[in-house]
């Protein structure tokens, strides 16, 4: 059996107890045109799905949760329904595409087919066009975005353009899909394992005591990342950011040049990192003095995904921690708001958050999953005050990119939001570009776009920007 991690099903459990959330991550890959017909599109991508086997399978839920759920081969595979076509109204910018991005990441994906669809957008400004890619969080992590880019791209612009014969019909499917596996076989192989589950359990702790030293280690580091996690979940600050979402998503895209945000960490002595989360902090205070309320200390904690993945690991999976940071929103000086990140983060690296983290998910990888299943869905039916919003970066391929062979000029990334938080905040560099996109709650936080100029605002109040480019802190970033 193909089974799911426990942080993999952990999305599937989120959307459940949530019928507002859709957590489904995306890009959306910007290209030159003309956009390729239906048919070149689909000869291009039926060709690549044998390198991501998960494309062609879908979710299946073991009776009564014995067991994690299992990833099973969809017999009735229809590419045509996971290919997906629209066109943005004139004048095709930023307006409109991020409109439709909306409405799109604001349905659930179907749980009885693979959870995927890839969309082409025709209609965008100077002839180009972009390609959605949306897949659920229980496959992948914004990370994995990188390997699924270099399945379905190539890296010169003569090798993925099919001929008009190789056109006239997607690929024939040779893969054959495994038999159907029944309720009964996956209730007996789930209830297998839970009869061998004492016996690793045993041989595991066996394993660890045989280095004591090691294992004394690894306990005192782990507690004490263990009381930073507790400490990084007391309720924040009460906003208007956290609360009941709807439906809707609003989503908006800010761009800003690579080399101004290296230029910045270079004069600062900060990291990529720094830059940006200091920056979305500054757009945080923006937000928060708009709606008339005290940007005040600890009311803006954010959630880090971190990859736990090791040097040349390239899985299409879910491989992350996470790091719980309070945004110096408090703060009103940009560059005392970067000073603050950089202190912040390193002091959360120090106290071992992501040991305590990795520890935690070891666990739950050796535990009844019923237990652990319960667990989750317990805790996500409790109102989480603590976490106020997410922010990622990804760094994507450093290679020129082509997509059906048209040059991908810009990627732009979109992160999902639920579990009370109304704002979410993703970068995602590519082409000498970082690309900052934002989502939001369409009822109750509909200044997506503004938020998303606010970030490229504050990198440009920062010391390092060339001057052209560099602006003064406005009234609300000065506390004004």
């Given at each position: ?163 008009a014969a190789d056109t006239a019909a997607p690929p024939p499917d040779r893969r054959r899909p495994a038999p159907e596996t029944d309720a009964v076989d996956l209730t007996l192989d789930a209830l297998g394992n839970l009869a061998r589950l004492p016996f690793d359990q045993l041989r595991?702790?066996?394993?660890a005591i045989r280095s004591p030293r090691a294992l004394g280690r690894q306990a005192r580091d782990t507690a004490r990342g263990l009381a930073a996690l507790a400490e990084g979940f007391t309720p924040a600050a009460p906003t208007f950011l956290t609360g009941r979402l709807g439906r ?57 995904p971190v990859n736990l993945r090791a040097a040349g690991q390239d899985t299409i999976d879910n491989r992350i921690g996470s790091m719980l940071l309070q945004l110096p929103v408090e703060i009103a000086d940009p560059v005392g708001r970067l000073t603050a990140v950089r202190r912040r ?136």
């Amino acid at each position: 059996m193909d089974y799911l991690s426990p942080l993999d099903a952990s999305f599937l459990d989120a959307e459940d107890e949530d019928p507002h959330a859709s957590l489904a991550i995306a890009s959306i890959a910007v290209a030159d045109g003309p956009p390729p017909d239906q048919a070149e599109f689909a000869a291009v991508i039926g060709g690549r799905l044998p390198q991501v086997p998960r494309y062609r399978q879908r979710v299946r839920r073991v009776p009564w949760n014995l067991g994690r759920p299992v990833w099973v081969d969809d017999a009735g595979f229809d590419l045509n329904f996971h290919l997906r076509r629209t066109a943005l109204a004139a004048p095709g910018g930023d307006a409109e595409l991020a409109a439709l991005v909306g409405r799109v990441m604001s349905q659930r994906l179907d749980r009885d087919r693979p959870l995927w669809e890839d969309w082409v957008i025709e209609g965008l400004a100077g002839g180009r066009w972009a390609l959605l890619s949306k897949i659920h969080h229980c496959m992948a992590d914004g990370v994995t975005g990188n390997q699924l880019y270099r399945a379905f791209c190539d890296t010169a612009a003569d090798t993925a353009a099919p001929t008009a014969a190789d056109t006239a019909a997607p690929p024939p499917d040779r893969r054959r899909p495994a038999p159907e596996t029944d309720a009964v076989d996956l209730t007996l192989d789930a209830l297998g394992n839970l009869a061998r589950l004492p016996f690793d359990q045993l041989r595991w702790v066996a394993r660890a005591i045989r280095s004591p030293r090691a294992l004394g280690r690894q306990a005192r580091d782990t507690a004490r990342g263990l009381a930073a996690l507790a400490e990084g979940f007391t309720p924040a600050a009460p906003t208007f950011l956290t609360g009941r979402l709807g439906r809707s998503r609003r989503w908006a895209v800010a761009r800003v040049p690579l080399a101004d945000l290296k230029a910045v960490a270079a004069a600062s002595g900060a990291t990529l990192n720094d830059v940006y989360l200091a920056a979305v902090a500054g757009a945080f205070r923006r937000l928060l003095a708009a709606r008339g309320e005290e940007p005040v200390a600890g009311s803006v904690r954010t959630m880090m995904p971190v990859n736990l993945r090791a040097a040349g690991q390239d899985t299409i999976d879910n491989r992350i921690g996470s790091m719980l940071l309070q945004l110096p929103v408090e703060i009103a000086d940009p560059v005392g708001r970067l000073t603050a990140v950089r202190r912040r983060i390193a002091a959360l690296r120090d106290r071992d958050e992501m040991r305590a983290e990795a520890a935690l998910l070891a666990i739950a990888d050796r535990e009844p999953f019923a237990a652990v299943a319960f667990g989750v869905r317990a805790a996500l039916r409790f109102p989480q005050r603590a976490v106020v919003t997410v922010t990622t970066n990804v760094p994507g391929p450093r290679e020129q990119l082509y997509l059906t062979g048209r040059r991908v000029r810009e990627i732009l990334p979109y992160v999902p939001i639920g579990d009370r938080m109304r704002v979410g905040v993703s970068v995602f560099t590519y082409g000498g570009q970082a690309s900052f996109g934002v989502t939001t709650d369409a009822a109750s936080v509909p200044e997506a776009e503004a938020f998303a100029r606010d970030i490229v605002t504050e990198v440009r109040a920062l010391p390092g920007v060339p001057p052209g480019r560099r602006r003064r802190p406005s009234a609300a970033s000065r506390g004004a």
